[in-house]
């Protein structure tokens, strides 16, 4: 693993603008390897995503739409760049990314890890309520354990991740222009159907990676 990923560039944060969200959730997957996704306040937290993977709606069995437009689901229809979180298996919440290129259509990329940058000690008094025994290297490798870490629930269901005027982010998703060159493509995992399709995306010997 590049060691670029564990050093954060403060001065050249910039958060994403809305069109990145506009494109197909294949290309956003690929392109959110390496950025990072802030929790916003006085104390802000910040990880690094090194795993993620693409779900493209109406096109793709494994996708909660799939089927159509539901009462969890509704915001994958929606304006792209909305955070979609959801309880799986009645035990962990999951984050997503909005993200399709036309109206009427749906797509998301499930946030599956990251690397702990900023506000290490505060994801592991988090993640010490589900776990006494967590590690730096378990904090957030794993994706209902990065919405542990940042206390992600279903409160913020339809969060905006991009900078919209008189709009107050609680989360970013932001560039310190750190650019991969270490990603591999592979089958998503923890599905049941289209697992086969090598729709997730995830950085090479990173020990973070789920």
Same mark, same amino acid.
């Given at each position: 693993m ?5 050093q ?12 990145f ?5 294949l290309?956003?997957a690929?392109?959110l390897?390496?950025? %990072? *996704?802030i ?5 802000p937290? @910040? ?10 709606g109406? &096109? ?6 799939y ?6 689901n509704k915001i ?5 760049g909305?955070?979609?979180?959801y ?6 919440w ?14 998301a990329? %499930? *946030? ?7 506000g @290490?000690?505060?994801m592991?008094?988090?993640r010490?309520?589900?776990?006494? &025994? ?15 870490a ?8 339809g ?12 989360f970013?998703l932001?560039s310190d222009?750190?650019?991969?060159k270490?990603?591999?493509?592979t089958?998503?995992?923890g599905?049941?159907k ?6 997730r995306?995830?950085?090479?010997d990173?020990?973070?990676v789920?």
């Amino acid at each position: 693993m590049d060691q670029k990923y564990l050093q954060l560039n403060e001065d050249k944060i910039k958060p994403l603008k809305p069109e990145f969200f506009y494109r197909d959730p294949l290309d956003v997957a690929y392109d959110l390897i390496g950025k %990072l *996704l802030i929790k916003t306040g006085q104390n802000p937290l @910040i990880v690094r995503l090194v795993e993620v993977e693409a779900y493209r709606g109406k &096109k793709d069995p494994a996708s909660h739409a799939y089927k159509g437009v539901t009462k969890r689901n509704k915001i994958m229809f929606q304006e792209p760049g909305h955070l979609y979180v959801y309880f799986n298996y009645g035990m962990y919440w999951l984050a997503n990314v909005v993200c399709h290129k036309e109206k009427n259509e749906a797509g998301a990329v %499930l *946030l599956r890890a990251a690397i702990p940058l900023i506000g @290490i000690e505060q994801m592991r008094q988090a993640r010490r309520k589900h776990n006494p &025994k967590v590690t730096i290297k378990s904090l957030t490798n794993g994706p209902g354990k990065l919405c542990q870490a940042l206390g992600i629930d279903k409160s913020h269901y339809g969060e905006f991740l991009a900078v919209k005027k008189g709009y107050e982010n609680k989360f970013l998703l932001a560039s310190d222009c750190t650019k991969p060159k270490d990603v591999i493509q592979t089958g998503r995992i923890g599905i049941k159907k289209a697992s086969d399709l090598p729709w997730r995306f995830c950085v090479k010997d990173c020990e973070w990676v789920s």
